[in-house]
Structures are given as structure tokens and as C-alpha cells.
């Protein structure tokens, strides 16, 4: 029994989550969960398949209609499931409906109408791939950019959200046609399209709010802080050192053993904006290790050596 009808947690079982909801299943796939996952939790699932949980937790309460946060998501985790999805789709999914497709009507007629049903069919598939294939050429690679630290004036996320919608309506349409136009025997094979077509559609419907609730807030969080420490390395005298408070008490809590995560709890900011502080100061101190920022700390009295514990 799911113990939240609010949301899922991390410790519901799997097998839970897709009893409340097959379209789960998906996910599953998405991220590589092989069946025979027994009685383990989702947090159990996440940390046996290197799979960061609270993403997996906001991609499955999202699309289960459920509440969900995303200031804990880890991007590349986010990136890896949508291209996933990007290949089911256009690799399965449309292929496969093309297919059934063609038997239904070839069962029933070959007529002019018959061809045009499925020229359609090939020019909608051909809309999802070149949407699906901007995504991956285009914002997927510059959100990694992004988290490189790296940030480009030729693009940001808003261009792609202003312009972003659910490619569904042809498929919709495609399907009215079936239900309310094109007079034929409703056989398993059309009945078996026209199921696959509704399935598709809300597959699609729910990448679509994926990308929207989740990434595209994601990366503007991102994009903000990336912005922010580029200019202020911009503006800051070369061999200038010297540490904001803010850096200081990040230093502080990170010399404590404690993880960004956890950082970004206690300061009450969100994890980008912590990763996004590691990666400037590590810059500036040219230190990139636990260890050695730890030393530092302690040499700059930053943190009191009697308080932490060397490892």
C-alpha cells in the first residue's frame, strides 16, 4: 500500500508505485530497473542502481498527478531518463504503432483514404523526431554545458520554453478521425492502434510536463547561478582570493563532512546554488578535494581542528 495518497516517498515499496499506477512501468525502463525488485523501496532501488532518488521521486509524482519538488534533482540523472524517453519513442513506440497501423487499414481497404491515413501518420512521426531531435542536439548539451560552468549569450532555456508544447494534437486528431469519421470494423487490430495512438499521446503529454515542471525550472535555477559566478570572476581582481562569508561558512559545513545536500539544507538554499558555490571556490583556491579544503580551513581558521576529524 502506497503510504501517501499526497505523494510518493522514498520509502514506498516500487512494486507499490506501480500497482497505483502502471504508466510507472515506463519509468522503470527509463531508468533501467530490471523486474524482480521484490519488497525494496524506492530509495533501496536508487541507491542499488546509482540512480539519484529524488529525481526519480519528482519524475514519478509528476506524472502520477501527485505533488512533487524539484529543488533536489540532479540534472544529468533528469537528462539521462529524457533521452531515454527520446529513444523509446522514436526507436519503439512510433514504429510500432506505424506498423499496426498499416495492418488495420490494409485489413479492411486499400483506398486513397487508407494511403493518406498513413502519410499522415509519417509526417507526424517525422514532427516528433525533428522536436525530439532539437532537444537533443541543442538543450541537452547546453545544460551540460551549464554545468560545467560554462555559459553561452547564443541561447538560454527560455528560448526553447517559450516555444515548447506537447507534440499531441496530430495524434489526437489522427485518432478522432478512427472514432468519429473513417466508417470500418472496429477489429483487434485497429482497436489495438487506436489504444497504442491514446497511449502514445499520454506518454508524450507527460514528457512534455516533465520537461516544462521540471527541467526547464532546473536549468533556469542554474543558468542563474552560472551567470552570477561568471561575472563575479569577471569583476574580481586577478589573484584576488579573498572569500565571501558565504563561501566561508560553505567551507565550514564541507570541513564538517557534511554534503552538498546537506549544505544546502542547513543554509537554506538550493543544491545548484551550493554545487554552483563549490565549483567558484574551488576555482579560486585551485583546491579540489574534500581533504585539502578541509586543511585549508583549519590553516585559515575558518574551523576550529579540536571539531572535525581528519580522514
Known sequence: MIKSSIKYLATDK???????????????????????????????????????????????????????????????????YLREAHSYILDFRLPDIRETLVSAVHQQRLDEVAVHIIRFFDEYADEVYSHMDYENRIVFPYVEELLKGNATQDFKISHFASKHESVVSKLNELKDIFLQHYAMP???????????????????VSHCEIENLILVPSVEALEKDVYTTNRNQQERPSGNYELTQREKDIIRLVAHGLANKEIADRLSLSFHTITTYRKNISAKLNIHSTAALTIYAILHGIVNPKEIELK
Open 14 to 80: 516500487v512494486r507499490d508505485l506501480v500497482e497505483d499506477n502502471n504508466q510507472l512501468l515506463l519509468v522503470l525502463n527509463r531508468f533501467h530497473i530490471p523486474f524482480g525488485f521484490g519488497e525494496q523501496t524506492v530509495c533501496e532501488i536508487c541507491e542499488e542502481r546509482d540512480i539519484d532518488c529524488p529525481t526519480f521521486l519528482a519524475i514519478a509524482n509528476l506524472i502520477s498527478g501527485k505533488r512533487f519538488t524539484i529543488n533536489e534533482i540532479e540534472l544529468p540523472t533528469l537528462l539521462s
Open 186 to 204: 472496429n477489429t483487434r487490430m485497429l482497436n489495438r492502434a487506436l489504444f497504442n495512438l491514446s497511449a502514445c499521446g499520454e506518454d508524450l
